[in-house]
């Protein structure tokens, strides 16, 4: 991933729209914000498999490609269902009744 840092102004960017603008994927701002922390990971995520090209032309077109992909992932889609993340992979919540509960006295 290290070949990403090697793109020119690459290292100013500090937003998920900045990333988005920089390599010219189209976005629907409403869509970002509500999936950024996804859609960056997503990105990261590619970025850590992706083989990269011998040239700067080559690696931008890559790195914008894999971008458009990780926000496609998530365009128009519950995050829930496309999330990676382990908030999402916690188990299901568990009932428990009424009656089971005790209180405690000090």
Known sequence: MEWLE???GIDELESAE???DYFGVAYDPAQVRISR???MHRFHQALSVACAPDDGPG???LAARLLAEAYQA???IP???QSSLRV???LEPQ???LSALCEVMP
């Open 88 to 90: 999402y992979q916690r």
């Open 59 to 61: 690696r931008q077109a």
């Open 74 to 76: 998530f365009a128009g």
């Open 37 to 39: 922390l996804h859609i």
């Open 18 to 20: 900045a990333f988005l």
């Open 79 to 81: 995050v829930r269902e």
């Open 6 to 8: 090697s793109l020119d």
């Open 95 to 97: 009932f428990v009744p």
